[in-house]
C-alpha cells in the first residue's frame, strides 16, 4: 500500500485537490446552530376552560386526560400542571421515538378522554417544537395604535404571513388586549320583558350564519342564490329581535349595551419601562435549523412591515442568530488561535519553518474530511461538533508529526540512499504503532454513544466529530503526507533546530541516571498516584456549566393572589430600575401566560429577560456574575418579590425537560394539598441553612383568594331549580359565555353574553342575581345558596398520577454535589416524619447529573477496557500492554492537580476530557514502547534499546504532546457563549497530558527496564 501511495503521489495529490472544493462546499453546507438540542421527547397538552378554578380543572380535566396517556407505550413521564382555566399534561416518551409517532399515539387518546371532559371543552396539542424552538422574539411599536389594535394586527396580519415561513411551526402571541364584542345584558330590563339570559345566547346564535339556496338558470346563465345572515358590526347585534309581543319587537338593544372589549386576559407584556407593549414568539418547527429560519423570518419582516398600518414597526429584542454567532466565534478563535500555536510548537521543535508547515498541513486536510464526513452523517455544526474539532487541533497532527519527524531522521542517517524508497521504509516503520494509537482515541470515544438524557444529546455530537476528525488524521498521515514529503525538494542543509539538541542531550544525561535507579522513580510515582486519589475525593462535582446565553432571565413571583395590574406595575418599574446599568441593551418582562401556554405562569409570576451588550464591550469591569448580584441586591429591595436567576434558554429548557426552573427541586409527592404545603415549607427552611442556597421558594399552590357559591339542595328543590340552572347563571352572567363570532373580512371575534361590570363585581351584586323557577318566579341566588370568600389552592401539580409540591433552588458559591449531600442529611429528618403515603424525590439539574455520572461509571471503565484490547493487538502481548496502560493513572494526576488549581468541579465535560486524555496517553506510550520492541527484537540489548528509543522519539513525543497542549489552551482563557462547556475538557487535558508525557518520558522507559531487565522483549 505505501509502495502504491508514493509511487503513484501524482494520483493521491489529485484526489486532495479534488477533496479541498468538496471539503469547502460541505463547510458551507453544514447547518450552524448555537447548541445540540437537549430536548426530551414530549408532547403538551393543553386544555383552556374558562372559569373553572385549579381543583375543578384538576378533577374534570387533567385527570381524565392523565388517565388515557399513562398506558401509552414507550412512555417514561406524565406531568401536570392545572390552574385556573388552563390544563396542562406532559406526556414524555422515551428519546427514540418518533415524533409524528408520540403525536399520533396521543391524539388518539385523547378521543377517549374527550367523552369525560365537560361540554365545549377541547383539548390541543402544543407546537411540535423543543426547548430551543423559540428563535425570535420581538415586540410592535407604535405611538398612535391601543394594545388592542396592535393584538389584533399581530393576529391577524403578522402571524399568519410568518407562519407561512418554511421552518415555522407557530407564532405566539403574548400581550396587549384580544377584541371581543360584550353583550351587556342588564338583569332589571331582562327582568321587564320577561326574558333570559339564554333566549339572548339562542338568538345570538340563530342570527349570525349566511345561508345559500342554490341556484336559479336563467337563458344561458346561472345565478347562485345567497341569504347575507352574518353579523357585520355592533349595531348589527344590537338590531336582532329577541321577541315581539303585540306586533312590537324587542331587540338586543333593548336589554343590553353592545360595546367593544376586550378578552378576558391572563398575560401581558412590557418592555423597557414604557408600559405594557404586543410581543410575537416565532417557535421553529423541530428539527429545523435556528440560523436558516431566522434568516428567511428576518427576510419576509420588512415586506409585512410594509404592509402593517402606518406608525407600525417591529422590534426585534431576542435573536438566535446573535447567540449563534458569538458561540462560532468563541470556538473559532479557539480553532485559528490553537492552530498557530500548533504551527510555532513544529517551528521551535523542528527548527524549519518549512518542514513544520508540512507537517501543519494535516490540520486543513483532517477539517475538509471532518467537514465531509458530517455533511454526510448530517451533523450541524455547533458549540460541540466544532468544539470538537478544537479539542482535537492539537491530536490530528500528531500522526503526521511523527511520519515527517522519522522520515526526516531517515534522510539524516541515510543520505545516500534514495528518496522514495526512504520515504516508504520510514512511514513503514511508524505506520502500525500510528493507526494503532488514533483507533485507540476512536475506540474510547464509542462507550459516550451510551449516554443518555441531556448529556448524551450534548457530548455525542462532540464524541462523533472527534472520531470523524482522528479518522481525518488517519488519512493525512499514511495516504497524504508520504505523497506530499515524496514531491517535496530535499534540502541537503536545511537549518537545524537550535534549542532542541540542547533538550535531547539534556534528557539523554537525567534519563541514564534515573535507569540506574528506576525503582525509585516508580516508587514516587505511585506515591503521588496515591495523593492524587485521595484529593480526587474532594473534588466538587456538579451536571454542567452554566452556559453563558449572553443574557439574563429572572423569574419574579408575587403572592397568588397579585392582579395582573399589579404585577405588571410592579415590571414596569424593575425595568426602570435595570436601566440603570450600563451593560443592560434592554429589558422585556413577560407576565402571565402567552396564548400559547406552555409555560402556564399565573398573573402573579413574571419572566424578566435582560438581554445583555457584548461582555467585551463592557467598561464597568464588573463579570457577569458580579452584575447577577448587583441586580439581585438591587431588585431584592422591591417588597413582596421573590427572585430566581437563570438564562432565556435555560429556563425554558428546565421547565420543559424537568417541569422546574432551578439547579434543584426537592419534589414532595402525597394526597393532600395542605400537608404537602406545610411540609414544602419545613423543606425550604431547612435548605435556607444551608450555605450556598439562593433563591429558594416553594411551588404556590396556597394563597389564592376566590369566592365560593354554595348551593343548598333542600331548598333547590323547593323551588324546582337545577343545579345546571344555578351554573349557567354563574358561568354566563358573571364569567360570560361566548354565543357567536363576529366576521369581519378574515378576522374573527368573539361575541360574548354577560352581565355589566358593576352588577357582579362584590358578593353582595352576586347575591343578588335572579333565578328563573319552572313556575316563572324569579327568585336571588342567596335565598338558595350561599356565598362565602375563601383561601383555595391557586395550582395543583402532578407527576406519575401523584400530587407534588416543588421546592426549588439554585446553587450558588459552591458545587452542586457537596450541596446535595448536607440537603440529603438534612431532609432524612423530614422524610421519617411524614404521614405514610408521602414521599421525598430530588430532582432538576441534580436529576441529571445523578444519570450522567452513573453513566460515565460505567462507560470509563469500559473505554481502558477497550484501550488494554487494542494495545494487546498493536504491541503483540499483554506485558507490554499493561506497561503502556501504566500511563492512565499519571495521566490523571495531571488532570486532578489542573482541576485544583483552577477550581474546576467534576462534570460531564471534565470526565469526557479524562476519557480523551486516556486516548492521547497512550497514544505517545505505544509510539515509544513499539520502537523500543523493534530495537530489542533487532538485538539490541534492553537497556540500550530504552535509551536509544527514547532519545531519538523524543522530537515527536515533545511535539504531539506540546502540539495538543497548547492546541487546547485557547479553550482555556476563552470568554465568551459555550466557553464554559469546553474549558473544563480542556484544563482536564492538559493538566494530564503534562504529567502523562513526564510518565512516558522517564517512568514508562524505568517500568520497561524493570520488568525486561537484561531479558529480550520477545
Known amino acids: 500500500m505505501m509502495n502504491w501511495i508514493v509511487n503513484r503521489r501524482a494520483t493521491v495529490l489529485l484526489i486532495l485537490a479534488l477533496m479541498i472544493p468538496i471539503g469547502l462546499y460541505a463547510f458551507w453546507q453544514l447547518p450552524i446552530d448555537a447548541f445540540p438540542d437537549a430536548s426530551n421527547q414530549q408532547v403538551m397538552i393543553l386544555t383552556e376552560a374558562e372559569g373553572p378554578g385549579p381543583l375543578d380543572v384538576e378533577r374534570q380535566i387533567t385527570q381524565p386526560i392523565e388517565s388515557v396517556m399513562g398506558g401509552l407505550p414507550h412512555v417514561q413521564l406524565v406531568r401536570s400542571t392545572s390552574k385556573t382555566g388552563l390544563s396542562q399534561v406532559v406526556v414524555v416518551f422515551e428519546d427514540n421515538v418518533d415524533t409524528y409517532l408520540t403525536r399520533q399515539l396521543v391524539m388518539e387518546r385523547l378521543q377517549l378522554a374527550k367523552d369525560s371532559l365537560p361540554p365545549g371543552v377541547e383539548p390541543a396539542m402544543g407546537p411540535i417544537s423543543t426547548g430551543l424552538g423559540e ?24 402571524a399568519p404571513r410568518l407562519r407561512a415561513v418554511s421552518g415555522v411551526n407557530e407564532v405566539n402571541s403574548f400581550g396587549g388586549l384580544v377584541r371581543q364584542i360584550e353583550v351587556q345584558v342588564t338583569p332589571e330590563r331582562l327582568l321587564k320583558y320577561n326574558l333570559t339570559l339564554q333566549e339572548v345566547e339562542e338568538a345570538l346564535a340563530k342570527n349570525n350564519a349566511n345561508a ?274 515524496a514531491v517535496i525538494p530535499q534540502k541537503k542543509n536545511e537549518r537545524k533546530a537550535r534549542i532542541f539538541p540542547a533538550v535531547q542531550r539534556g534528557y539523554a544525561w537525567l534519563l541514564s541516571k534515573i535507569l540506574s535507579h528506576p525503582k525509585k522513580l516508580i516508587t514516587i510515582a505511585l506515591l503521588l498516584f496515591g495523593g492524587t486519589l485521595y484529593g480526587a475525593t474532594h473534588l466538587g462535582s456538579e451536571f454542567l456549566p452554566s452556559l453563558d446565553e449572553g443574557a439574563i432571565a429572572i423569574n419574579v413571583v408575587r403572592l397568588p393572589n397579585a392582579s395582573l395590574e399589579g404585577s405588571v406595575k410592579t415590571a414596569t418599574f424593575m425595568e426602570k430600575e435595570l436601566q440603570q446599568f450600563a451593560e443592560v441593551k434592554t429589558v422585556v418582562s413577560k407576565t402571565g401566560r402567552a396564548e400559547i401556554s406552555e409555560d402556564p405562569m399565573g398573573p402573579e409570576q413574571t419572566d424578566l429577560l435582560i438581554m445583555l451588550h457584548p461582555e467585551q464591550t463592557w467598561t464597568t469591569g464588573r463579570t457577569k456574575a458580579q452584575l447577577v448580584d448587583s441586580i439581585n441586591k438591587r431588585l431584592s429591595r422591591i417588597p413582596g418579590v421573590r427572585l430566581a436567576f437563570s438564562q432565556p434558554i435555560a429556563l425554558r429548557m428546565n421547565e420543559l425537560i424537568s417541569g422546574v426552573k432551578s439547579d434543584l427541586a426537592i419534589k414532595l409527592f402525597g394526597p393532600d394539598i395542605d400537608v404537602l404545603k406545610s411540609n414544602a415549607d419545613e423543606i425550604a427552611a431547612a435548605l435556607k441553612t444551608i450555605p450556598g442556597a439562593a433563591d429558594v421558594s416553594v411551588e404556590q399552590i396556597a394563597g389564592f383568594s376566590q369566592l365560593e357559591i354554595t348551593p343548598d339542595r333542600r331548598k333547590m328543590a323547593r323551588y324546582r331549580i337545577s343545579m345546571a340552572d344555578i351554573n349557567h347563571l354563574v358561568e354566563t352572567a358573571i364569567g360570560g359565555t361566548v354565543a357567536t363570532e363576529l366576521v369581519k373580512g378574515q378576522m374573527r371575534f368573539g361575541i360574548k353574553v354577560r352581565f355589566p361590570k358593576k352588577r357582579r363585581s362584590s358578593i353582595a351584586q352576586i347575591e343578588r342575581l335572579l333565578l328563573n323557577t319552572p313556575e316563572g318566579a324569579r327568585i336571588p341566588l342567596n335565598r338558595i345558596a350561599t356565598i362565602s370568600q375563601v383561601e383555595g389552592p391557586a395550582q395543583i401539580s402532578r407527576e406519575n398520577n401523584q400530587r407534588r409540591v416543588v421546592v426549588e433552588l439554585n446553587v450558588r458559591g459552591r458545587d452542586l454535589g457537596s450541596f446535595v449531600a448536607v440537603a440529603q442529611q438534612r431532609l432524612i429528618a423530614i422524610q421519617e416524619a411524614l404521614p405514610p403515603g408521602y414521599w421525598i424525590e430530588l430532582g432538576g439539574t441534580f436529576e441529571n447529573q445523578q444519570r450522567a455520572m452513573k453513566q460515565l461509571a460505567i462507560v470509563v471503565p469500559i473505554s481502558i477496557l477497550l484501550i488494554f484490547a487494542m494495545l494487546i493487538s498493536a504491541l503483540g502481548g499483554f506485558k507490554p500492554a499493561l506497561i503502556v496502560l501504566f500511563n492512565l493513572p499519571f495521566a490523571l494526576i495531571g488532570g486532578v492537580v489542573a482541576m485544583f488549581i483552577l477550581n474546576v468541579h467534576l462534570n460531564v465535560p471534565a470526565t469526557v476530557g479524562f476519557i480523551a486524555l486516556f486516548g492521547v496517553a497512550v497514544q505517545n506510550g505505544t509510539v515509544l514502547l513499539s520502537f523500543i520492541q523493534q530495537l530489542i527484537a533487532g538485538g539490541t540489548p534492553v537497556i540500550d534499546a530504552v535509551k536509544q528509543a527514547s532519545t531519538l522519539r523524543l522530537r515527536a513525543l515533545l511535539m504531539t504532546a506540546l502540539t495538543t497542549i497548547l492546541g487546547l489552551l485557547p479553550m482555556v482563557y476563552a470568554i465568551g457563549p459555550g466557553a464554559e462547556v469546553q474549558r473544563p475538557l480542556a484544563i482536564v487535558v492538559m493538566g494530564g497530558l503534562f504529567t502523562a508525557t513526564l510518565l512516558t518520558l522517564f517512568v514508562l522507559p524505568s517500568v520497561v527496564v524493570s520488568v525486561y531487565g537484561k531479558k529480550s522483549a520477545s
Open 135 to 158: 428563535v425570535l422574539q420581538y415586540t410592535l411599536k407604535s405611538d398612535s395604535h391601543s394594545l388592542t389594535e396592535l393584538r389584533t394586527i399581530h393576529d391577524w396580519i403578522v
Open 212 to 485: 345559500g339556496g342554490g341556484f336559479i338558470v336563467r337563458h344561458w346563465e346561472q345565478q347562485n342564490i345567497r341569504n347575507l345572515g352574518l353579523l357585520c358590526s355592533p349595531d348589527d347585534i344590537g338590531n336582532i329581535v329577541l321577541r315581539a309581543e303585540d306586533g312590537t319587537p324587542v331587540f338586543v338593544s333593548d336589554i343590553a349595551d353592545v360595546v367593544e372589549s376586550h378578552m378576558t386576559r391572563m398575560g401581558a407584556v412590557t418592555r423597557d419601562g414604557a408600559g405594557e407593549t404586543v410581543a410575537g414568539m416565532v417557535i421553529m418547527l423541530k428539527g429545523e435549523n435556528a440560523r436558516n429560519v431566522v434568516e428567511r423570518v428576518k427576510d419576509v419582516l420588512p415586506s409585512i412591515e410594509r404592509s402593517l398600518p402606518k406608525g407600525v414597526s417591529f422590534d426585534v429584542f431576542y435573536d438566535r442568530t446573535e447567540l449563534v454567532r458569538a458561540v462560532i466565534d468563541t470556538v473559532g478563535n479557539a480553532l485559528w488561535q490553537g492552530g498557530v500555536f500548533v504551527l510555532l510548537v513544529l517551528f521551535l521543535l523542528i527548527g524549519s519553518m518549512r518542514s513544520a508547515i508540512t507537517a501543519a498541513l494535516s490540520l486543513p486536510i483532517t477539517a475538509l474530511c471532518a467537514f465531509i464526513l458530517m455533511d454526510v452523517v448530517d451533523l450541524s455544526a455547533n458549540l460541540m461538533t466544532l468544539g470538537g474539532l478544537a479539542i482535537a487541533i492539537g491530536m490530528v497532527v500528531d500522526g503526521s508529526i511523527v511520519v515527517t519527524e522519522n522520515i526526516s531522521r531517515h534522510f539524516k542517517e541515510h543520505a545516500s540512499a534514495e528518496k522514495l524508497q526512504t520515504i516508504i521504509t520510514a512511514v513503514k516503520e511508524v505506520a502500525r504503532p500510528i493507526i494503532f494509537s488514533i483507533l485507540v482515541i476512536v475506540l474510547v470515544f464509542l462507550p459516550l454513544f451510551t449516554l443518555e438524557g441531556m448529556e448524551g444529546k450534548m457530548f455525542r455530537p462532540l464524541a462523533f466529530t472527534m472520531i470523524l476528525a482522528m479518522l481525518g488524521s488517519l488519512l493525512a498521515a499514511v495516504f497524504f503526507m508520504p505523497a506530499i514529503l
